[in-house]
């Protein structure tokens, strides 16, 4: 069956800095990979989409990358703020019907 | 507002009894789906529908049933809930997931359901 993993539960990381979350996969072949981020008591909100045929997609501040050889994905965000703050989740897909998503990376930002 | 609700938000119940949550979406979103939060799990897919009268299982649909009458509603029914069925839920909504127009799915806010 399928896994997805997401790099060690918590990361804590200075102000500025740039944290980088891990999405990492096995037994599947996804067309789409999606991050989100979830705020404590609340629904997982989109941030960014990358398709199989993408390399990296940016906006703002975040950079994702996503190589299927690899079968991971790379989350960045540049010049993190304390409001970065939060649990980011990966969810892959293949057919766009049926979604899997990692357990997420609590990610704090220390000012 | 666009956006996807769900009701109730909390709900504490007993073994046995019947119950719904409900869902909708004001976004006209062809697609919408079920999912349950678990600590150490992540968010694993109980139900999905691509349309109305359309539904399909996810990946934990056990003890679970839905339906989509309308394009709007995707109700979430537990026939007789049992304690490992406490979880935190979420519903979500999507104008096209798949194909060359792929979207985000849009989630509400969650419901926390306790059984005992």
Known sequence: SQKIEQNSEALNIQEGK?????????????????????????????????????????KERLKVTFDTTLKQSLFHITASQPADSATYLCALTNTGNQFYFGTGTSLTVIP | EAQVTQNPRYLITVTGKKLTVTCSQNMNHEYMSWYRQD??????????????????????????????????????????PSPNQTSLYFCASSLYPGGAQVNEQYFGPGTRLTVT
């Open chain 1, 18 to 58: 740039t944290a980088t979350l891990t999405c990492n996969y096995t037994n599947y072949s996804p067309a789409y990979l999606q991050w989100y981020r979830q705020d404590p008591g609340r629904g997982p909100v989109f941030l960014l989409l990358i398709r199989e045929n993408e390399k990296e997609k940016r």
């Open chain 2, 39 to 80: 600590p150490g799990l992540g968010l694993r897919q109980i139900y999905y529908s691509m349309n109305v009268e359309v539904t399909d299982k996810g990946d934990v649909p056990e003890g679970y049933k839905v339906s989509r009458k309308e394009k709007r509603n995707f109700p979430l029914i537990l026939e007789s």
